[in-house]
């Protein structure tokens, strides 16, 4: 089994930056493709960005690419989600998730995901 816990999230006003650490436990992250996902309140899940293995290329939804950037450290089997000129239409609760041997086709896609951190709050607002 793997768990993943996130943490950084907070109350940043708009144009600021956060930065989201996954770290996971039980696994080697590197080895699994992780996701980042948000779900803001009354709305869907939302994809946000994935890598299927370290090192392989990273997805990105329009909506946040070109101001947040997804990133592994894999001497700490933590993955990372920067996110730069931050918008209030990014306040979401952004959660991590894993799975071996992901499909290119079933990136953006939730429920293709194992594993799920239990989630950090982001809140942008002035």
């Known amino acids: 089994q793997m768990q993943l816990v996130e943490s950084g999230g907070g109350l940043v006003q708009p144009g600021g930056s956060l930065r989201l650490a996954c770290a996971a436990s039980?696994?080697?992250?590197?080895?699994?493709?992780v996701a980042w996902f948000r779900q803001a309140a009354g709305k869907e899940r939302e994809f946000v960005a994935a890598?299927?293995?370290?090192?392989?290329?990273?997805y990105y939804a329009d909506s946040v690419k070109g101001r947040f950037t997804f990133s592994r450290d894999n001497s700490k089997n933590t993955v990372f989600l920067q996110m730069n000129s931050l918008k209030p239409e990014d306040t979401a609760v952004y959660f991590c998730?894993?799975?071996?041997?992901?499909?290119?086709?079933?990136?953006?896609?939730?429920?293709?995901?194992?594993?799920w951190g239990q989630g950090t709050q982001v809140t942008v607002s002035s």
């Open positions: 039980g696994r080697t992250l590197s080895t699994y493709a």
């Open positions: 998730a894993a799975k071996m041997g992901l499909i290119l086709s079933s990136v953006p896609n939730g429920a293709a995901y194992d594993y």
């Open positions: 890598n299927r293995r370290s090192g392989q290329t990273i």
